[in-house]
């Protein structure tokens, strides 16, 4: 028996379920690809499949209509509570609902973005013939890399309109993002033996966060802070420094071995702490001793810690179209220092190319002054809001038609596929939304059952609208 049967509607909480029975994790595209190409063969219908693990599928509806795409992504975020055993290469998940909420037991639930896939299928598998031609594009890797979005031949796309269903929070319509770049920044390193005790320092407590959705929350960066206490030690020595664990997520923890006076890195950190009580009540430090490290000379430890304090971080401009958007940021997200050089990982973003560009043009020059090189990666160009939007408009008075009351129209500074499909296609006009989901890309993730059903009532609601 079917664990979502019942719910309505019904042919979409079918697929979704057939979705959650295939291994899909990012990277591995083969099963989820094998099921859109069997559904495409089984309804009749024209699709492409890429070797990057995207895929195409057209339908043809109302020829004096311009086609619409429906853009999802395929991979899923995995991961779990320690006491779960599961595989998810090999095995489907443990899917449960209470009749509100739709979750998976003790693992992320990949409703990002497996309900939009579900919502597309079960529109092509419908009766479409009085709404515009279809293209819906599948595309992989979205949650590391947006590879498959970057690597989408585009050419084969009639459309000019594009409704993306990767949003987490039903009654937003989605219509500017970020895009966004790496930095990664080395300098090379000399250490000798300590010639004084060695002090581990640790700390934690910090809030952290998502470097585009919170980065102006006015929360410390915890490899800032710690750099910014250490320069205040007189004649400290560095061993190490290690802090953050991906770019794009605001550190919350640091921890440095350090040869100097561990009261002087206390007192700094007490009147530090007076400074962040608003952002970072939880904050703590922690000094104890430890073993004898090799540490950095005093040439070396003041060259790091004066260019961690030389670069930029966090936010550098606010939009003027849109208040209280951040328009460029950039976040230092990992920083590894220690007998083996140094390394720095930024995560730059802005809804204006030519802002995001000067930016990283900034940090590469001011690494290069301190004799550090820098490399770029994984660029993606921003989706930037425009003025003149029809679709925006529909899908506005489609959801005032269906619910009485307007929707949230807002920017995100953070990257979405979007901005990839613009870059490529100029004069694309898209809107990006999508049902309730909650605590995504946790073993807490759920999904609203009857978000599902009223995000899928306007997407069609917005199709037939379209001309």
Not at 246 to 259: H, R
Not at 285 to 301: K, Y
Not at 309 to 320: M, T
């Given at each position: 028996?079917?664990v979502?049967?019942g719910?309505?509607?019904?042919?979409?909480?079918?697929?979704?379920?057939?979705?959650?029975?295939?291994?899909?994790?990012?990277?591995?595209?083969?099963?989820?690809?094998?099921f859109?190409?069997r559904?495409?063969?089984?309804?009749?219908l024209?699709?492409?499949?890429?070797?990057?693990?995207?895929?195409?599928?057209?339908k043809?509806?109302?020829?004096?209509?311009?086609?619409?795409?429906?853009q999802?992504?395929?991979?899923?975020?995995?991961?779990?509570?320690?006491?779960?055993?599961?595989?998810?290469?090999?095995?489907?998940?443990?899917?449960?609902?209470?009749?509100e909420?739709?979750?998976?037991?003790?693992?992320?639930?990949?409703?990002?973005?497996?309900?939009?896939v579900?919502?597309?299928l079960?529109?092509?598998?419908?009766?479409?013939?009085?709404?515009?031609?279809i293209?819906?594009?599948?595309?992989?890797?979205?949650?590391?890399?947006?590879?498959g979005?970057?690597?989408?031949?585009?050419?084969?796309?009639r459309?000019?309109?594009?409704?993306?269903?990767?949003?987490?929070?039903?009654?937003?319509?989605?219509?500017?993002?970020?895009?966004?770049?790496?930095?990664?920044?080395?300098?090379?390193?000399?250490?000798?033996?300590?010639?004084?005790?060695c002090?581990?320092?640790?700390?934690?407590?910090?809030c952290?966060?998502?470097?585009?959705?919170?980065?102006?929350?006015g929360?410390?960066?915890?490899?800032?802070?710690?750099a910014?206490?250490?320069?205040?030690?007189?004649q400290?020595?560095?061993?190490?420094?290690?802090g953050?664990?991906?770019?794009?997520?605001?550190?919350?923890?640091?921890?440095?071995?350090?040869?100097?006076?561990?009261?002087?890195?206390?007192?700094?950190?007490?009147?530090?702490?007076?400074?962040?009580?608003?952002?970072?009540?939880?904050?703590?430090?922690?000094?104890?001793?430890?073993?004898?490290?090799?540490?950095?000379?005093?040439?070396?430890?003041?060259?790091?810690?004066d260019l961690?304090?030389?670069?930029?971080?966090?936010?550098?401009?606010?939009?003027?179209?849109?208040?209280?958007l951040?328009?460029?940021?950039?976040n230092?997200?990992?920083c590894?220092?220690g007998?083996?050089?140094?390394?720095?990982?930024?995560?730059?973003r802005?809804?204006?190319?030519?802002?995001r560009?000067?930016?990283?043009?900034?940090?590469?020059?001011?690494?290069?002054?301190?004799?550090?090189?820098?490399?770029?990666?994984?660029?993606?160009?921003?989706?930037?809001?425009?003025?003149?939007?029809?679709?925006?408009?529909?899908?506005?008075?489609?959801?005032?038609?269906?619910?009485?009351?307007?929707?949230?129209?807002?920017?995100?500074?953070?990257?979405?596929?979007?901005?990839?499909?613009?870059?490529?296609?100029?004069?694309?006009?898209?809107?990006?939304m999508?049902?309730?989901?909650?605590?995504?890309?946790?073993?807490?993730?759920?999904?609203?059952?009857?978000?599902?059903?009223?995000?899928?009532?306007?997407?069609?609601?917005?199709?037939?609208?379209?001309?």
């Open positions: 028996m079917r979502l049967q719910l309505e509607p019904t042919e979409v909480f079918r697929y979704f379920e057939q979705i959650c029975a295939i291994p899909h994790p990012s990277g591995h595209p083969r099963q989820i690809g094998d859109c190409a559904f495409a063969e089984a309804h009749g024209r699709y492409i499949r890429d070797g990057f693990g995207n895929l195409i599928i057209f043809d509806g109302d020829p004096n209509k311009a086609p619409v795409i429906l999802g992504h395929l991979d899923m975020v995995c991961v779990k509570e320690p006491d779960v055993q599961i595989d998810f290469l090999r095995d489907g998940l443990p899917l449960c609902t209470d009749g909420f739709i979750f998976s037991r003790g693992t992320s639930l990949g409703a990002d973005d497996g309900i939009a579900a919502m597309i079960a529109i092509l598998a419908a009766d479409t013939k009085d709404l515009p031609p293209e819906a594009v599948f595309t992989m890797d979205e949650e590391t890399s947006m590879r979005a970057a690597g989408l031949d585009v050419s084969v796309l459309g000019r309109r594009m409704i993306n269903l990767d949003s987490e929070a039903e009654g937003v319509l989605w219509v500017s993002c970020a895009g966004g770049e790496r930095v990664t920044i080395r300098m090379q390193t000399e250490t000798e033996a300590a010639s004084a005790p002090f581990a320092a640790e700390l934690t407590g910090l952290g966060g998502h470097s585009g959705t919170e980065i102006d929350k929360r410390q960066n915890a490899v800032l802070a710690t910014k206490l250490l320069r205040s030690v007189p400290l020595r560095l061993c190490s420094l290690s953050g664990k991906v770019d794009n997520a605001i550190p919350a923890e640091c921890t440095a071995v350090f040869c100097g006076s561990p009261d002087a890195l206390r007192s700094a950190f007490e009147h530090a702490r007076c400074a962040w009580e608003d952002t970072e009540p939880n904050a703590r430090l922690s000094v104890r001793p430890t073993d004898a490290q090799p540490a950095l000379n005093s040439q070396n430890t003041a060259a790091v810690l961690l304090d030389a670069l930029p971080n966090g936010v550098q401009a606010f939009s003027r179209e849109i208040e209280g951040v328009e460029t940021s950039l230092l997200g990992v590894r220092i007998r083996d050089g140094a390394e720095l990982h930024y995560s730059v802005s809804s204006v190319d030519a802002a560009e000067a930016l990283v043009k900034r940090i590469t020059e001011t690494a290069a002054s301190f004799g550090a090189s820098s490399r770029t990666s994984g660029g993606y160009p921003a989706w930037q809001y425009r003025k003149d939007s029809p679709l925006r408009e529909t899908a506005v008075q489609a959801f005032t038609a269906l619910t009485g009351r307007a929707p949230s129209v807002e920017a995100i500074h953070a990257g979405l596929e979007c901005g990839l499909f613009c870059g490529k296609l100029p004069d694309l006009d898209c809107i990006s999508g049902p309730d989901i909650f605590d995504i890309h946790s073993p807490s993730e759920r999904l609203s059952a009857a978000s599902v059903a009223r995000t899928y009532a306007l997407v069609w609601d917005i199709l037939k609208r379209l001309r």
